[in-house]
């Protein structure tokens, strides 16, 4: 961290880039085996999800040919 070269009017302010607290917070509760199976389960639905939406919208990103230049070679040719 920086020191300051100012000086300070209030001296919590200056101690408060170096302050640490004593308090830890409490430890984390380990995930129960229904918790977990929940979890994955959401977040392969939310890749599939995904997944299934690509699949279905890159034919939709796709160039497509019009279909009257098609009819008009078919037309020139029967002549």
Known sequence: MFLRREPVPFTFVAEA???RSN?????RESLSKTQLAARTL?????VAGLVGSLLF????LQPH????KSQQ???????
């Open 57 to 60: 919208g890159m034919p939709a």
């Open 73 to 79: 070679s078919q037309a020139s040719e029967g002549r």
């Open 65 to 68: 040919e019009a279909p009257a």
């Open 23 to 27: 308090v830890t917070p409490p430890p």
């Open 17 to 19: 880039e170096r302050f």
């Open 42 to 46: 959401v977040g392969l639905t939310v």
